[in-house]
């Protein structure tokens, strides 16, 4: 935020009017980006919302990567896509004309003229149906499933030519947009590049109309896998420029994993997001709304970094759920007749943690910080 946040919150508030009224219930929506399998909800903003929703604020949770994929695989899609392609193809044929074209140029031209060529109608039907094959009986017949998956993948290579080089998979989650999500420089540049970042357009199309719609007062963003972070980030950097006054947040493993670097990059915290929470987010999210309606400070909230008038601050207390008080998760609101399944499927974690946290080849326990800990089997 540009603004100094002992003064003006991330809310576009003055902090001294919201100690006035005091417990203000906050409109939070809470997103989760592409991109994962879509074939179940996953388990962080349904667990966020039992939470949020028990304390009485309004939650609207928005999977964003089953949507997507629902709109990828769509008429109106992939006309759009292939009027990308057309427009692209017309003005390196124009550069053409009056000069030359590089390699990569003249690359890009091929790869839009074969996708050009094709029949796209008969491709948007076969996406249709392979929507409706991965939601219903035909689920069962492997010759069926594996032709749907295959139409998948062939919409993504199409999908793809409109944002070249881009690669767009369907599965597994592959998806290369020639930036590396390691490498910070990279990361920046990749969040404003309209040439390959298919998800600036996802959030224009799915992202940016919902926010406006449903005008929350907190915006959170769940990052669980690496290959969420451009995505994600991109969410958030569009969202924070079209509603400046909307505290963005952001949580999930991958930016746990990121915590020692989070704080030496002030720019995410001036034109990305407002906060992070790390490790587990359900209380930590619930009092950060408390301290951003005034009922606490922001220096008292668990797992938190943020940043105000005098810089970036890594609160110390860590905070760990107490797995047998949390309620369960609350579904309500995510589109579960939209996933690739035949049958719905409601996720549920048990523990959290690692019973044995001593694998070297593997690091799940990163992103907790307690240890093992289980729910009782009840009679």
Sequence with gaps: ?????????????????????????????????????????????????????QEGHEVVQKDVNIEMYDLFFSDSFLIWAKARMAMQCRALEEKERTGWLTEPEADQKACLAAKLALDLFDLIERAESAKRIVRGEDFYDADKLEGALNTFREVMQYISAAYYPASIVFYPMES??????????????????????????????????????????????SIGTQMQLLAGL??????????????????????????????????????????????????ALLWLLEALSGERALATVPNLIYRDGTGIHVNKEIYTEKTQALPLPDFDGLPLDSYFSPVRILPYLATRGCYWGRCTFCDHGQGYFDQYRGMPAHE
């Design 1 to 53: 935020m540009a603004a100094d946040l002992t003064t003006i919150d991330g809310l576009g508030r003055n902090p001294q009017d919201e100690q006035v009224k005091g417990g203000r219930k906050l409109k939070t929506m809470l997103l989760f980006p592409p991109e994962w399998v879509p074939t179940a909800p996953y388990l962080a903003l349904p667990s966020l919302t039992a939470v949020l929703r």
């Design 176 to 221: 290369n947009l020639g930036y590396r999500p390691g490498v910070s420089r990279e990361v920046f540049a990749c969040l404003d590049d309209d040439r390959v970042n298919v998800y600036r357009d996802v959030c224009r199309q799915l992202v940016l109309p919902a926010v406006s719609k449903e005008a929350p007062d907190v915006v959170g963003v």
């Design 234 to 283: 991109t969410f958030c950097k569009m969202v924070k420029e079209a509603f400046p006054h909307i505290h963005v947040t952001v949580g999930g493993n991958v930016v746990t994993r990121l915590q020692e670097e989070l704080p030496g990059h002030e720019q995410l915290f001036t034109s990305v997001f407002d906060s992070a929470i790390m490790y587990e987010g359900e209380h």
